[in-house]
């Protein structure tokens, strides 16, 4: 079993930043690649960024220039600096990790951005 634990989610006003981190631990053999998604009220769930081993990375149209995802192979941790934050950023945002047969998802953090 794998847990994911994220952090770094909560109130931001327009414009503003926050780093999203996640903590992978437990059983994990080898993981390709780690994903952050987000979900906004009423919307279906969308990939935002996601990094390989060897550090390819590919975002969502939306927050290309914005976001950038970041992970240290070492901790088994993914990191998403969110730059010039737009309301409609507001999310529960979801590290997911995947390994060579399984995949895990972590539990959310929200984040909200004011106008």
């Known amino acids: 079993q794998v847990q994911l634990v994220e952090s770094g989610g909560g109130l931001v006003q327009a414009g503003g930043s926050l780093r999203l981190s996640c903590a992978a631990s437990?059983?994990?053999?080898?993981?390709?690649?780690m994903v952050w998604h987000r979900q906004a009220p009423g919307k279906a769930r969308e990939l935002v960024a996601a990094?390989?081993?060897?550090?390819?990375?590919n975002y969502a149209d939306s927050v290309k220039g914005r976001f950038t995802i970041s992970r240290d192979n070492a901790k088994n941790m993914v990191y998403l600096q969110m730059n010039s934050l737009k309301p409609e950023d507001t999310a529960v945002y979801y590290c997911?990790?995947?390994?060579?047969?399984?995949?895990?998802w972590g539990q959310g953090t929200q984040v909200t951005v004011s106008s």
């Open positions: 437990g059983t994990i053999d080898s993981i390709n690649a």
């Open positions: 997911n990790v995947l390994l060579s047969l399984a995949a895990y």
């Open positions: 990094i390989t081993t060897d550090g390819s990375t």
